[in-house]
């Protein structure tokens, strides 16, 4: 089934127009991301609900972005479920199980870890239509940050990820921003194209004697506005972490 999209209502320089919120109608009524708790959001839920109950809200991963919300959410619904992935307990959620099943509407998600972006990334998979929830593993139009282990990254399971999700092979993703991507393959593909390159350009900074990372970065990303190479900087930490792992520095 097609879900509802509704925006967020979080616009700003990492979000765009506003996270996207995809809610599934039917017998359990849920939703994919819990928004940072825009009154609008909200009432754009419950407009859709027309005075049924919201019974659980899945979280693709932690940042604040995705699962602020929460409390604003249980305010408006109180018996609401709230599941997401945890490596140990946390009050006021329910953990989620690699490959596990969840109810969402009037079909079933299968759970599928993802981490690279975040350590508790998860994306849900809704096999018979091949839909593909990705959270913030991709968007349509950019790429993703993935920051060092100090920031809750990691590249290689990043790179991995991307793997997994193309093993799968979605027909259309819903991203957590930015419009649906219905050659979603492709676009997972070209992921690892742009990340084998930026690792090769950092190795050749190396090779060349080029060790400082601030220099790294002036130099990979020459062409890039200087705004964004703070990001850039964290890109470039996350790949040396890569390289070190694999053996290469």
């Known amino acids: 089934m097609t879900p509802i999209s509704l925006n967020a209502g979080n616009p700003g320089t990492w979000t765009g127009p506003g996270n996207n919120t995809y809610l599934f109608d039917g017998a359990e009524p849920t939703l ?17 609900l027309n005075g049924r109950a919201l019974v659980r809200v899945l979280v693709t991963h932690g940042h604040p972005d995705h699962a602020s919300g929460l409390p604003a959410l249980r305010q408006r619904w109180p018996s609401l479920e709230a599941r997401k992935w945890m490596s140990a307990p946390e009050p006021g959620w329910q953990g989620l199980d690699d490959g596990g099943g969840v109810r969402a509407g009037d079909t079933w998600l299968t759970v599928v870890h993802t981490p690279g972006h975040a350590v508790d990334h998860v994306c849900f998979w809704e096999p018979e239509a091949r839909d593909l929830y990705c959270g913030d593993m991709m968007t349509a139009t950019t790429t993703i940050l993935v920051p060092p282990a100090a920031g809750g990254g990691s590249l290689k399971a990043y790179l991995a990820s991307l793997q997994r999700l193309i093993d ?3 027909a ?77 520095l």
Do not use: M
């Open 32 to 48: 994919i991301d819990a928004g940072v708790g825009n009154t609008d959001h909200l009432d754009a839920i419950a407009s859709r």
């Open 168 to 170: 799968l092979r979605p």
């Open 172 to 248: 259309i993703a819903w991203p957590g921003h930015g419009p649906e991507i219905s050659r979603p393959v492709d676009r997972l593909q070209e992921y690892l194209r742009h990340r084998a390159e930026r690792e090769s350009q950092v190795k050749a900074c190396f090779d060349a004697g080029l060790t400082d990372i601030d220099r790294i970065v002036a130099r990979v990303y020459a062409e890039t506005p200087r705004s964004l190479w703070p990001a850039a900087r964290l890109t470039v930490e996350a790949l040396l972490e890569k390289l070190s792992e694999d053996g290469q």
